[in-house]
């Protein structure tokens, strides 16, 4: 049987390894780096969204649609009195693979974010990354990914897209903090 989770996982372990690395430079206490943080992910999560919203997404997970977090973005820079910054291009989601593959990545960010909301100044706005997950969101999309890809080609192109994904992140973290920061 497929196991397209996991065969996500290990082919962009290095890539979520360089991630972790770049924004585990912002220092989410310090509210000029927390402010900066917002911004590169303002620059990358909102424009795969709509990417998937555009591919027609919520017809393969009717809850998509309660899932997305532009907005939460869009309301921690207002409170911080910063607009939102223009968006990457997404990468191709033209199949149903890679747009399982884009969106395993945008939901699996919010498994670090829970971790990473503890570290924010407490009078600091957290509605993107203080949002819980409701009980068994996680599993339930991954029971579904799995479900979904089954062939190695459809797994192929899922873990190219979430590929892409990721270094949408890593280029809109680059571009925020500036050439100092390395892998
Ligand atoms: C400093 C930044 C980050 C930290 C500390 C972090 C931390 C974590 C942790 C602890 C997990 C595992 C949680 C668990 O298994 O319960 C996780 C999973 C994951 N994270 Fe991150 N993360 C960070 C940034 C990101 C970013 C920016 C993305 C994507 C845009 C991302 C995508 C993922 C994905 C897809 C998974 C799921 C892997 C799997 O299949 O198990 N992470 N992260």
Same mark, same amino acid.
């Given at each position: 049987?497929?196991?397209?989770?996991?065969?996500?996982?290990?082919?962009?372990?290095?890539? !979520?390894?360089?991630?972790?690395? @770049?924004? $585990?430079? +912002?220092?989410?206490?310090? *509210?000029?780096?927390?402010?900066?943080?917002?911004?590169? !992910?303002?620059?990358?999560?909102?424009?795969?969204?709509?990417?998937?919203?555009?591919?027609?997404?919520?017809?393969?997970?009717?809850? #998509?649609?309660?899932?997305?977090?532009?907005?939460?973005?869009?309301?921690?820079?207002?409170?911080?009195?910063?607009?939102?910054?223009?968006?990457?291009?997404? *990468?191709?989601?033209?199949?149903?693979?890679?747009? #399982?593959?884009?969106?395993?990545?945008?939901?699996?960010?919010?498994?670090?974010?829970? @971790?990473?909301?503890?570290?924010?100044?407490?009078?600091?706005?957290?509605?993107? @990354?203080?949002?819980?997950?409701?009980? $068994?969101? #996680?599993?339930?999309?991954?029971?579904?990914?799995?479900?979904?890809?089954?062939? *190695?080609?459809?797994?192929?192109?899922?873990?190219?897209?979430?590929?892409?994904?990721?270094?949408? +992140?890593?280029?809109?973290?680059?571009?925020?903090?500036?050439?100092?920061?390395? *892998?």
């Amino acid at each position: 049987m497929a196991d397209a989770r996991a065969a996500l996982r290990r082919d962009t372990a290095g890539d !979520h390894e360089r991630l972790d690395a @770049l924004f $585990g430079r +912002f220092r989410l206490d310090d *509210p000029v780096d927390y402010r900066a943080f917002l911004t590169a !992910h303002a620059m990358a999560l909102p424009s795969v969204e709509a990417a998937l919203d555009a591919a027609g997404f919520a017809a393969l997970l009717d809850d #998509w649609p309660a899932r997305r977090r532009g907005s939460a973005i869009a309301a921690d820079l207002a409170a911080l009195g910063d607009a939102m910054p223009p968006p990457l291009a997404a *990468p191709p989601l033209d199949t149903p693979a890679a747009q #399982w593959g884009a969106a395993y990545v945008v939901e699996g960010s919010r498994l670090g974010g829970a @971790l990473l909301a503890r570290g924010v100044a407490e009078t600091s706005p957290t509605y993107y @990354l203080g949002t819980p997950q409701p009980p $068994g969101a #996680w599993r339930n999309f991954l029971a579904r990914l799995d479900e979904q890809l089954r062939s *190695p080609d459809e797994i192929a192109a899922a873990t190219e897209a979430a590929r892409g994904t990721f270094t949408l +992140f890593e280029q809109a973290g680059r571009i925020v903090k500036g050439a100092d920061v390395r *892998p």
